[in-house]
């Protein structure tokens, strides 16, 4: 099976971005090669992965591409800012996952960030779980400075604040100290709720707490709309964290092994739920 990476630019593919890791696994896991294009080639039946931003204002060359396959499944990423237009795709025989959900995107499926495509290339030994709270990152939003003032308040956490994206710990370090703590703390993204911190947390055994509200202070049943339930604690003020880790701790490490069991599945069920659709009509 053929996957086609498209970009509407001579750069910015979508299997390039770190926000590919999550697809990229599935791939993996169904033996689907992933090849870019600029154009679509006429076959019977392709997976197709789009940088939603990237195609934004664009939609009908993108319709015109996606018109020479018989049947679509469509994954459309790098959509953070909620600008690209999913309601102008018209194909007869498509199926349309969204990155990034927003409420006007009920009627899709729902495609999670998942880890960046370069977490198998330093995953950790995983350690003794030595400190109850780890969290590296940058503080950019109200969520975020919320969270700032609340870390100093545990009397188990490490925690680092950072210039900017990917200007903290080395990714192997990161890892590793996110591997030695019992909770991640995952405050919203700068333009979404979700972010990498939430799944690398359940990848490296390390149980996260999902932020409620956006950066912008909205709260949209995020989660809700992106996995319906979860086994995984929704915060609404991060100044709760100091009453939330210890009844979290009474409940660890049986609250953790349940998230991550749910993780995996949900990861399993994707990959097969995707092959699936390809195949269907």
């Not at 020479?68 to 600008?83: C, H, K, S």
């Not at 349309?96 to 995107?105: D, E, L």
């Amino acid at each position: 099976m053929i996957a086609y990476s498209i970009t509407p630019k001579t750069k910015g593919f979508p299997d390039d971005k770190w926000d590919f890791g999550f697809l990229q696994e599935a791939f993996t896991r169904n033996n689907i090669e992933v090849i870019k294009v600029n154009q679509l080639p006429p076959t019977e039946r392709a997976f197709v992965v789009v940088p939603g931003f990237e195609w934004t204002g664009l939609e009908e060359k993108l319709n015109r591409n996606l018109n020479n396959i018989g049947r679509v499944v469509l994954f459309i990423t790098a959509d953070e800012l909620n600008v690209f237009g999913v309601e102008k795709i018209k194909h007869p025989n498509i199926e349309i996952w969204i990155q990034y959900p927003y409420p006007r995107h009920v009627a899709y499926n729902k495609l999670p960030l998942g880890v960046p495509n370069h977490k198998d290339n330093v995953i950790p030994e995983y350690p003794t779980k030595t400190t109850d709270v780890y969290f590296s990152g940058q503080i950019t939003h109200p969520r975020r400075r919320q969270l700032a003032e609340a870390l100093p308040k545990l009397s188990n956490a490490v925690y680092r604040f950072t210039e900017g994206f990917t200007q903290g710990e080395t990714p192997k370090d990161y890892y590793r100290l996110l591997s030695s703590a019992k909770f991640a703390p995952s405050p919203a993204g700068s333009a979404t709720i979700d972010s990498f911190r939430f799944y690398e947390g359940l990848e490296m055994l390390s149980l996260p707490i999902a932020d409620k509200i956006s950066s912008l202070g909205e709260a949209y049943g995020f989660w809700e709309i992106l996995f319906k339930d979860m086994p995984i604690e929704q915060i609404e003020d991060w100044n709760n964290l100091s009453e939330l880790i210890p009844l979290l701790s009474e409940n660890y490490p049986a609250n953790m092994h349940k998230a991550v069991s749910w993780w995996i599945k949900q990861k399993r069920d994707f990959a097969y739920k995707i092959v699936e659709q390809i195949n269907e009509h």
